[in-house]
Each structure stands twice: as structure tokens, then as C-alpha cells.
């Protein structure tokens, strides 16, 4: 299995297309860092324009941390577009280039085979995590420097403590990693379909917007199934920045808000991830190799 | 000799279409099978069945003594394949492909094991240049080397002279020979060729819309003054029965359609035809053929086949 793994790894570190999501997320930071670099403040301005009246702010609003969570909230909408690249290519790809046909004369078992292809798509999924990690937090940590947290959440502000913030991205960087995975779980099952892997890219990112968009409309009928969309849970990290108060309104340090709600939606993520990979296989064992 | 390969009443259907009907054969040791169809007759489909790439729908498969169905992996150790076209990864080197596929065969080789297998092929020079370089004669000898990388005994070769030129056709056939004569493995070839395949093998098949046409030794089905005789008569049922009671029934090769398909020396013709008659079957029409080339001819007519033909 292992040898499976690092054949599929081999193979994906070898292709040009692999390397476009980390062109893409460095020259998408890279423009992010430049323009506020370049002029912060009036971003900063512009955020807090409706409450700057009631809320007087010390310290520096603009700093890596900040810079941090706002690349997060504009890229972890895109990033499942660059994970469906290769994950909705894994199969249909082979097929396409008739190397699916020469891989399954060999003597592996298309479970082991199909497994592994996940599994190096999901080393992929979280090489490119770790690359945006890398980019959004250390590198803006250290353009930026670093300070309190602020927040604006819709009906309040959340202010979060210098020290009380770093351990908060490790974990929403890991439930990010879990919800590409979803994504990368979903075009793998797409991809099996049919030869052309463009098509299962763009069915990949038309469910994910259709969920999307189903998850987020605020129309009662559709609130019966949101828990169950895969899409609800997916900005789970956000949970991570939510902190917990005392009775006399204090922050308390170290603590979420809600951390059943996260876990809830941990488990509805990895709950999707088993039922796409078990479908992959089921699919994948009876498929007739045509291509 | 022993039989490696043993296929007994394979069908595939997809859907409204069946692509593979009733087929029954078996492989020898040793042998250059040789698998003859026109385009769409069903061989590709019956090779990507031996190789469990398509699941039959009827009909049970036995390689080396075990069932495929239920020792795959371990029928395919032995078993080396190019299905189709020989499609490998064009932005890796001949050298990472084989490598790569050597790996996946579970087989742990040599640097310089790699490179005489590419030598063998004559890729060696050209080991450490992406495949996307390749012209088609390349690609087909990389495939077939990647096919060899794990030493299988029993190598299936899906249309491996297609799209090559004469040279290159001229070098498949001269592996081929090699692969058998010296390293003494048994061969499945298929081709819409008949002249392809009457210069490397010694049994051959022939396929036409799923089903079995004939099937033998090479020598014997070439041989010029044997002669097949399409028999065609009111009550083909009987008539068969008749045949198989009779001392012609060594001579029987197959039904198809509306004719009985009868192998014999010309001679023997006047003979058959007074047989027919003693046996009381009423005889509508006795068409020789001149040779199998002229048989496979009729029986797979198309331009293609023709123009084939007249080279």
C-alpha cells in the first residue's frame, strides 16, 4: 500500500497542472500582502467605519494575525476549485491518458489501488494547506508582526488576546484540512464517471456551490436539510475564533465558545468522506475499464 | 502440451449490444496465440476480459489452473499486457515508466536490469527522455517492455502492430519471435491481420461479431491445399447431427449464421458432396472457399480488410 501511496505522490509531484494551486494561493497572498502593506490603514479605516464611534481600538488592528484571517475568509471559498484540479483528475485523468488501462493489468487490488490514489490525494490536499498555512500565517506574522485579534462577527466584535490566538489557527488550519478533504472525497467520487476530467471538476464545484448557496439561503424550507449539507459545516474553522465569556463579561482565555458544535461538525464532515470513498469503491470494484 | 489458458463460454453484454458471445478456447504452453478479428469483432474485449480489466457477464476464465474470477492478483503476477495502445505516463522518462510499472508489479529490479530491458526494446538511448518525445513505434516497444519488466510466462499483445510503419512492424514481429523461440513465453497476439499473424503464430482464432469462426493449428489452417467449405442446407440441426455421427466430423469447425463450416482438402470435396447426399441432408448450396486469407476475407468484409489484402 505503502508503494501505492508514493507511486500516486510520484506521480502528482510530476505533473505540471499539481502546481497551479500553489501558484495560484502564492500570487493570490502575494497580491492580499502587497495591497495592504501598501495601504492597510484604509482597509482598516473601511472595516471599522460603522463602529469606530463606539469602539476605541489600542493597538495595531492590522497585524499577521489579522491579515491571517482575512486571506482565510477570501481563500478557503476558493480552494476547494484548486483541490477538485487534481482530485477530480485522479481517475478520470488515468482514464483519459489510458494508463488506468495499463495500471489495472498489474497485480494490485483495485481497492488498494483506489485507496491509495485517495490518500495521496488527500497528502496533496494537506501539502497545499500547509503551503497556505505557511504563507498566511508565518510569512504575514513576520511582514506584519503581531497583536490582539479583532474581530467584527455580524451582531458583536470579538477581541482575542496576542497569546491567545496562534493555537486557534493550528486547529481551524486542521478542521480547513478536513473540509478540503471532503472536497478532494467528493471529486475523487466524480471522477470515476467518465473519461473527460474537466467535466468532473466542474461537477465537483457545481455541487459545492449549489450546497453553498443552500447552506447559507434563509428560507425556512431549506433548514430542515442545511445539517446535512457537507457545505454547512465546512466554515467550521470559523468556530475556532469564538470565545467564551464569564459572568462578568471577561474573555477567558484559552477557551471556544462552542466546541460541541465543532466537533458536530467534524463528524458530519468525516461521516461525508467515508460515504464518498466507500461509494468510490463500491463503484470503482464493478467499473468496466473501457477507456 | 499443457493449457495455460483456458476461456470457456465467455459472453460480455453491454447493455443492448454483445461483444463477446459464447466464446470457448484454450492457450497451450509455448504457443504464439494468434487472436484474428476485423475491428469490432470482440477481441480487444475478450483480452480486457482475460486481464479482469472488464468483468464478464458469462463464462469463466482459467489461467495457469486457477479461476481469474478468484485469484486475479495472483494470475497477474505472471501475466505481462498492453491492452489496446500502449499508454503510459508522457511526462515521465521510458526509464520512470518502466521503473515505475516494475514497482507495481511488486518486482524489485535493478537499475541496470531496467536499462538491458530497455536495450532490449532498443529504447536505451533514449532512456531518460519524456515519453511526449516518442513516435508510435516507441511507445509500442516501451509498452511491450513494460509488459516484460516482471518476467511474466504469458504475455498478451492487443493489435501491437498498429500504427507502425514497416520497420517497426518488421521489429514487433522479430521480438515476438524472440520472446517465444528463445525465452520460451507463451504469447497472445491479436490483430485484424491475417498476414501479421501468419508469420509469428502457431494456433490461431478467429472472431467475427463475439463468436468463434474457427480455430487451430497455424501450419495446418495455412496450408494452402486446405480448403474451407461453407455448407448450407434446409435443416442445418440435422444436418450438423448427421456430420457429427459421421467420419467427417474431425472436419467440423464451426456454425455461423446459416452455414456449417467445413475444413477438408480440396480433394476430399466430390467425396463430401456424396456423403451429403447418402445422409439424406438437402444440400442448398457447397461454396468453397480457396484458403483461410479468402475465408477471413468474406467473413470479415470491410475496405479496411480489402485494401489489407492488396498490400
Given at each position: 500500500m505503502w508503494t501505492l501511496i508514493q507511486i500516486e505522490l510520484f506521480k502528482i509531484f510530476r505533473r505540471p497542472r499539481t502546481y497551479i494551486a500553489f501558484a495560484a494561493i502564492t500570487g493570490l497572498i502575494g497580491i492580499i500582502q502587497f495591497g495592504l502593506k501598501l495601504d492597510g490603514d484604509s482597509y482598516v479605516d473601511f472595516m471599522m467605519r460603522d463602529i469606530n464611534s463606539s469602539i476605541t481600538v489600542e493597538g495595531k488592528i492590522l497585524n499577521g494575525y489579522q491579515v491571517c484571517y482575512i486571506v482565510l475568509q477570501i481563500l478557503l471559498v476558493h480552494v476547494p476549485l484548486l483541490i477538485a484540479l487534481v482530485a477530480a483528475d485522479m481517475i478520470s485523468g488515468e482514464a483519459n491518458m489510458g494508463t488506468l488501462r495499463m495500471m489495472l493489468?498489474?497485480?494490485?487490488?483495485r481497492t488498494k489501488f483506489l485507496l491509495a490514489k485517495f490518500m495521496a490525494t488527500v497528502a496533496y490536499t494537506l501539502m497545499l494547506l500547509v503551503w497556505l498555512a505557511i504563507l498566511a500565517l508565518f510569512v504575514n506574522m513576520l511582514l506584519f508582526g503581531t497583536d490582539d485579534l479583532f474581530l467584527l462577527k455580524s451582531q458583536y466584535v470579538v477581541l482575542l488576546k496576542k497569546d491567545d490566538i496562534f493555537w486557534r489557527y493550528l486547529w481551524a488550519f486542521g478542521f480547513a484540512a478536513l473540509a478540503m478533504t471532503t472536497v478532494a472525497a467528493l471529486g475523487f467520487l466524480f471522477?470515476?464517471?467518465?473519461?473527460?476530467s474537466i467535466g468532473h471538476i466542474v461537477a465537483t464545484m457545481s455541487v459545492i456551490i449549489f450546497f453553498t448557496i443552500l447552506s447559507t439561503l434563509n428560507i425556512p424550507v431549506f433548514n430542515k436539510i442545511k445539517p446535512f449539507l457537507f457545505t454547512t459545516h465546512m466554515?467550521?474553522?470559523?468556530?475556532?475564533?469564538d470565545i467564551r465569556v464569564n459572568d462578568a463579561n471577561e474573555a477567558i482565555i484559552?477557551?471556544?465558545?462552542?466546541p460541541q458544535k465543532i466537533l458536530h461538525s467534524a463528524l458530519v464532515l468525516v461521516l461525508h468522506i467515508a460515504g464518498f470513498v466507500t461509494a468510490s469503491i463500491v463503484i470503482f470494484r464493478r467499473k468496466d475499464i473501457l477507456s | 502440451m499443457q493449457a495455460i489458458v483456458n476461456v470457456t463460454g465467455l459472453t460480455k453484454q453491454f447493455k443492448n449490444l454483445t461483444a463477446v458471445r459464447d466464446l470457448s478456447f484454450s492457450v497451450n504452453e509455448g504457443d504464439v496465440y494468434g487472436f484474428l478479428g476485423q475491428n469490432g469483432a470482440g477481441k480487444s474485449t475478450t483480452l480486457r476480459m482475460l486481464v479482469s480489466l472488464i468483468e464478464p457477464s458469462a463464462g469463466e476464465v482459467e489461467i495457469f489452473g486457477k479461476k481469474l474470477r478468484t485469484h486475479r492478483n495472483e494470475i497477474l503476477r505472471e501475466v505481462g499486457a498492453v491492452i489496446e495502445k500502449p499508454d503510459v505516463y508522457k511526462y515521465l522518462s521510458a526509464y520512470e515508466n518502466l521503473k515505475l510499472f516494475a514497482r507495481l508489479s511488486g518486482v524489485k529490479i535493478t537499475n541496470e536490469k531496467l536499462m538491458s530491458q530497455l536495450y532490449q526494446v532498443g529504447l536505451a538511448s533514449r532512456a531518460?527522455?519524456?515519453?511526449?518525445?516518442?513516435?508510435q513505434g516507441m511507445k509500442q516497444r516501451l509498452g511491450i517492455a513494460i509488459a516484460l519488466v516482471h518476467n511474466p510466462k504469458l504475455i498478451i499483445l492487443d493489435e501491437p502492430t498498429n500504427g507502425l510503419d514497416p520497420q517497426g512492424i518488421a521489429d514487433i514481429r522479430n521480438l515476438v519471435l524472440h520472446l517465444s523461440k528463445d525465452l520460451k513465453k507463451t504469447l497472445i497476439i491479436s490483430s485484424h491481420l491475417l498476414s501479421e499473424i501468419e508469420q509469428v503464430a502457431t494456433r490461431v482464432l478467429i472472431i467475427d461479431k463475439g463468436g468463434k469462426i474457427i480455430e487451430g493449428n497455424a501450419a495446418e489452417l495455412f496450408d494452402p491445399s486446405q480448403t474451407i467449405v461453407e455448407l448450407q442446407t434446409f435443416n442445418n440441426v440435422f444436418a450438423l447431427q448427421q456430420l457429427q455421427l459421421s467420419s467427417w466430423k474431425a472436419h467440423l469447425q464451426a456454425q455461423r449464421d446459416t452455414a456449417i463450416l467445413i475444413r477438408l482438402d480440396r480433394q476430399l470435396i466430390p467425396q463430401l458432396h456424396r456423403s451429403l447426399v447418402d445422409m439424406d441432408i438437402q444440400v442448398l448450396s457447397l461454396q468453397p472457399r480457396h484458403s483461410l486469407e479468402d475465408y477471413f476475407l468474406q467473413v470479415t468484409s470491410g475496405n479496411q480488410h480489402v485494401d489489407t489484402y492488396s498490400n
Open positions: 493489468t498489474r497485480p494490485i487490488s471522477s470515476l464517471f467518465a473519461e473527460n466554515i467550521g474553522w470559523k468556530e475556532f475564533f484559552g477557551s471556544i465558545q462552542n | 531518460k527522455d519524456t515519453v511526449k518525445t516518442f513516435s
